[in-house]
């Protein structure tokens, strides 16, 4: 809900009759209402990974709770834009945080069979979200929202304080015991779980990560070079751009679909594919669904771009045109949260081994949120300097980069164990 918050409200912050502010907001204060969050994750970056590594994926989620909370109260009082940038500032931190931790945390309870099933539902219950904002928030008041957001955020938080912590932190604390506690509870065996401290401690060697030994790792720096691109990648292939142009390209159709409708059907195909991303996952290889995910999109964009070109000549809209910005739009909103919007949380965590996880996930997730700034925050000059025909060309030409750059580059993960993954990203065959 937090992610997509700007959708509905920015609207209603640019209308004098509906803005709580003292006056309407401008398209740069929005720009940066849209765009900050991601900005400030980037330099939070180092905190917050030894933050994982000190207290734990548990009390850090715990710990995004809190400003998140706090925030959401205050976005119901405020009167003065510095204070709304300022607010969505530290629940972006919040909000990104909790998104690097989410992956790290399901990977280490999951059974490697059941890994990349239960890490699509963080897009899953993120489309929920991304469904109530746009179903509540185009219809109610700025306040209404707001206490509806806030109400939210502290019911979803109380059940953190019930889940278990990683196993494999307990471990690393030399908490055993606990560990072991843990892994009978998820796996329902005590012999299962003292397989898997086996394997943890394989893992260590009973060694404290030296972060300069790891960063001169060459098998850690290939697995971060990897995931980097990958998670940069992500962000830059126009499925912001898509989201941000949705009211304008629906009105070039000639539809009667409002705008605020639009917005409800695009969500609720963003969570449909939420949910066959879950069996996708189960079904098939990592780097096909990559593959056939960024294919689509390369596809939707470049009906996008044919679209806006036909309308820049001054051709008739007519037969086929009309329904071809509806169509992509379809396979990009689809293929990107069925395929590599799920994906990304998997991949991020799968890529590493145990002791450099959290960093590495950290890294990973500070290039993509500097791909979302980028594509948030300048977005629109590039289609007023470009034309938006170019601009969707430009993101299907990354799509085509990323999707050969996954054909080569990115291993494929699925049935594997960590340090079976870590094997194939050094060369070696996995027996």
């Known amino acids: 809900m937090s992610l997509l918050w700007p959708s509905p409200v920015l609207v209603k912050l640019r209308n004098a009759s509906e803005t709580p502010l003292h006056r309407p907001i401008t398209d740069e204060e929005g720009s940066w209402i849209v765009s900050i969050p991601s900005l400030c ?53 919040a909000d990104f945080f909790l998104l690097s931790i989410i992956p790290v945390y399901a990977s280490e309870i999951a059974d490697k069979h059941l890994r990349g099933a239960l890490c699509t539902f963080l897009q899953v219950f993120s489309s929920i979200g991304g469904v109530l904002t746009m179903s509540i928030g185009p219809f109610v008041s700025y306040t209404s929202f707001s206490i509806v957001f806030a109400v939210l955020n502290l019911i979803t938080s109380i059940p953190i304080l019930f889940l278990p912590d990683s196993p494999y932190f307990l471990y690393s604390k030399g908490k055993t015991d606990e560990a072991i506690k843990v892994l009978t509870f998820i796996h329902g065996s005590e012999q299962v779980a003292k397989e898997e401290i086996i394997i943890y401690a394989s893992s260590m060697n009973n060694e404290k990560v ?7 790792n060459p098998v850690f720096l290939k697995s971060l070079f990897i995931s980097v691109v990958f998670a940069f990648s992500t962000q830059l292939v126009g499925f912001t751009a898509v989201s941000f142009y949705l009211q304008t390209i629906l009105e070039s159709t000639k539809t009667n679909v409002m705008p605020e409708v639009a917005s409800v059907i695009m969500s609720l195909i963003q969570l449909f594919a939420s949910f066959c991303s879950t069996p996708a996952t189960h079904w098939f290889k990592r780097r096909h669904i990559l593959i056939i995910s960024f294919s689509g999109i390369l596809v939707g964009m470049v009906g996008l771009g044919a679209f806006f070109k036909v309308r820049e000549n001054g051709n008739e809209i007519i037969g086929f045109m009309n329904y071809l910005p509806l169509i992509s739009l379809f396979l990009v909103i689809f293929c990107y949260s069925a395929g590599i919007g799920t994906l ?5 965590a799968e890529l590493f081994d145990g002791p450099a996880r959290a960093l590495g996930v950290g890294i990973s997730l500070m290039f993509a949120s500097l791909g979302i700034f980028i594509s948030s925050k300048y977005l629109v000059a590039l289609t007023t300097a470009v034309g938006p025909a170019i601009t969707y060309w430009c993101f299907a030409v990354v799509c085509a980069l990323s999707c050969i750059f996954a054909f080569y580059c990115i291993p494929e993960t699925k049935g594997k164990t960590f340090n079976e993954i870590q094997m194939a990203i050094a060369g070696q065959k996995v027996k």
């Open 344 to 348: 990304l949380w998997i991949l991020v």
């Open 210 to 216: 030296n972060k300069i030994k790891l960063i001169k």
């Open 41 to 93: 994750y980037i330099f939070t970056l180092s905190l917050l990974g030894m933050l994982q590594d000190y207290i734990g994926r548990k009390y850090c989620v715990l710990l995004t709770c809190i400003p998140k909370v706090l925030m959401s109260i205050l976005f119901i009082f405020v009167k003065e834009v510095w204070v709304l940038i300022l607010g969505r500032a530290i629940i972006g931190i």
